[in-house]
């Protein structure tokens, strides 16, 4: 279901697919195992469970001036962003979420091969529901490429984590409309959610190919040295 007022969209029971041969592929589960049957059951559950969500407004960039970016009225402090931002007049502030009711879910803490695949799951759904934000903010804009800059992803000086708070600010009362809360720390509850401004691009970006962390299981690009320099 999509609610929209005042420039802010809101997605609920955003629809998702869980292929269970192919996740089970990729998180190497034998057939016939008793992590199987604890992975097919734990599918069920999601599926019946899930209520993924998201919400994001849309915005229209003030002013481009150093390293500093103004949206709306709201300042964020970025040498990517700005660069990205220089010659975009609309954007897209975001949160997404698998949602409270996969988080809140009671699992047996102790037992840690749940646990482990309950979070796979969780991420899963997290995954399907930014494909989906993704093509509603491309398709309502007509936009060809959209690409997503997240405060804190693909190391801290790309864009400081801190700028969450300003991001959350900018969006409205992301707590009320999905359920996901900015903690002091700067966690969001529920965790398996993503945010940060999506644009308009020319090029494919993805925050990992500034990031020079090694071994990461959420990559999903290569890095990309040559970019990394060119705004340090």
Known sequence: MVEREKNVSVLKGIPFE???????????????????AAFKELV???????????????????????????????????????KKL????????FVITSGRELYEYPLDRADFLKIFLWDSLL????????GFMRREISRNNLIENLV???????????????????????????????????????????TKSISGIAFRS???YRSCMVCR????????????EKLRNSFE
């Not at 999601?46 to 993924?52: D, K, L, M, V």
């Not at 220089?86 to 502030?93: A, K």
Request: net charge negative; with cysteine; aromatic share 6%.
């Open 202 to 204: 020319e090029k494919d």
């Open 18 to 36: 869980i292929n269970e041969a192919s996740l089970g592929e990729s998180l190497r589960i034998r057939a016939g195992s008793e992590e199987e």
């Open 44 to 82: 069920e559950k999601a599926r019946e469970t899930a209520n993924p969500k998201a919400i994001y407004r849309t915005c229209f960039v003030d002013s481009v001036n150093g390293d500093e970016v103004t949206i709306d009225g709201v300042r964020f402090e970025s040498r990517l962003l700005s």
């Open 213 to 224: 962390r090694v071994n990461c299981h959420y990559r999903s690009a290569p890095y990309d």
């Open 86 to 93: 220089h010659s975009v007049g609309r954007v897209f502030p």
């Open 148 to 190: 997503w800059m997240s405060p804190g992803s693909g190391d801290a000086e790309i864009w400081p984590l801190q700028q969450q708070k300003e991001l959350f600010s900018l969006i409205g009362n992301v707590k009320d409309e999905i359920g996901v809360e900015l903690k002091e720390s700067l966690l969001m509850i529920p």
């Open 123 to 130: 991420e899963h759904v997290l995954h399907e529901a930014a």
